[in-house]
């Protein structure tokens, strides 16, 4: 397979996307997009997955007869965070489910490693290290699948991911917009309105810019008062994963709330797909762990290996069987993690310098 250059590449999937969207994607977003993703390889990586779905075949071919499994796709250190259950507990765990496709289940876990290796490289994190917590933590989660509800185990994760005055009052301060902008947002306002606690609610309305995977396509928040205090919803446009785009079918439909509520879940409740569109609760106690704040809490050992088992309980909440990717792990060499590992991170820099390199013309 011909691989076409970083450049063409990118033409070609913003031009898939726009048919995907109806011509609805944010141009300040996607050149914002454009600017991050010379930043450093681990922003190349989170803001091109589809270019990750092109080429990691390629490079890692050993892994395309792995056991199939309906897979998260974009998995990396900074696809984790929390939200509060059905019973109102505080939950750990992998949130973001846009590019999620059936494949092969030794990608997620070289793409997790992959991305832990890029952001470790300022950070003198052992590859060795990673790769083997990654795979630890994976094949203890198909052992014993089991969702992080932190009430009252994971005492660690509890203090780390806990919500500070400075941290709540700050989330209010984004939440709390000058003025009220829905202009060519009418399936997103009523996506949002069917998502709030209550009928007919009021709400104030504006785009959103977040993340970095899928900036470029339409984000709208809705902020609300409900029995005594402010609620905040938000809705993204989804479309097919990457993964389907470069493999197909063409006729995909998105996995997102499948994978969400798994069986080795504890989900959100309110986590929804409303006719392509992800709509999730926004609050202070949804927090993720970030690398530029805390590089150091993403990278210890103990992190990664509960990393990989959240993947594993994804893998097995949906279609994954446990005996057939025991007996491929099994199969494959002790160091096989860190061998496809440090191949991806080596095709993901030699992208990145391609793409700084046509920016800086």
Not at 82 to 96: A, P, Q, S
Not at 318 to 341: E, H, N, Q, V
Request: aromatic residues 8%.
């Amino acid at each position: 397979m011909t691989i076409r250059p970083i450049e063409h590449s990118v033409k070609a999937y913003e031009s898939w996307l726009r048919k995907q969207l109806g011509g609805e994607t944010v141009g300040a977003d996607l050149e914002e997009k454009h600017t991050r993703m010379a930043d450093s390889p681990f922003a190349f990586l989170r803001a091109t997955y589809w270019r990750w779905a092109e080429r990691i075949l390629s490079v890692c071919d050993k892994l395309e007869g792995a056991p199939t499994v309906l897979a998260i796709g974009d998995i990396h250190l900074e696809n984790f965070g929390t939200w509060r259950d059905e019973e109102g507990r505080l939950v750990w765990g992998i949130n973001d489910f846009d590019e999620a496709a059936e494949m092969p289940y030794a990608l997620d876990l070289v793409r997790l490693a992959t991305s832990a290796i890029l952001a470790g490289s300022a950070q003198g994190t052992s590859v060795s290290e990673i790769c083997k917590k990654v795979v630890e933590g994976y094949e203890a989660g198909i052992a014993e699948p089991q969702p992080f509800v932190l009430d009252q185990d994971h005492r660690w994760l509890r203090n780390l991911v806990g919500v500070s005055e400075a941290e709540r009052a700050d989330f209010w301060n984004k939440m709390t917009p000058k003025r009220s902008s829905s202009a060519g947002a009418k399936r997103y306002v009523e996506a949002l309105a069917a998502a709030m606690p209550a009928a007919d609610s009021k709400m104030i309305i504006w785009r959103r810019r977040a993340g970095l995977g899928s900036l470029g396509r339409p984000r709208w928040v809705a902020l609300s008062t409900w029995r005594g205090g402010p609620v905040v919803r938000e809705a993204k446009a989804i479309v097919p994963s990457s993964w389907t785009y470069v493999h197909g079918p063409r006729t995909a439909t998105t996995h997102c709330e499948k994978l969400a509520s798994g069986g080795y879940r504890s989900p959100d409740p309110w986590y929804r797909v409303i006719k392509n569109i992800v709509v999730r609760r926004l609050s202070p106690n949804n927090r993720k762990i970030e690398l530029k704040h805390e590089p150091e809490q993403l990278l210890a050992p103990r992190m990664l290996r509960a990393m990989g088992y959240e993947v594993a309980n994804i893998h097995l909440g949906a279609t994954g069987d446990a005996a057939a990717i025991l007996r491929d792990l099994k199969k494959r060499k002790s160091r096989w993690l860190r061998g496809a590992a440090i191949a991806a991170a080596d095709m993901v820099r030699e992208d990145h310098r391609a793409w700084k390199v046509g920016q800086e013309r």
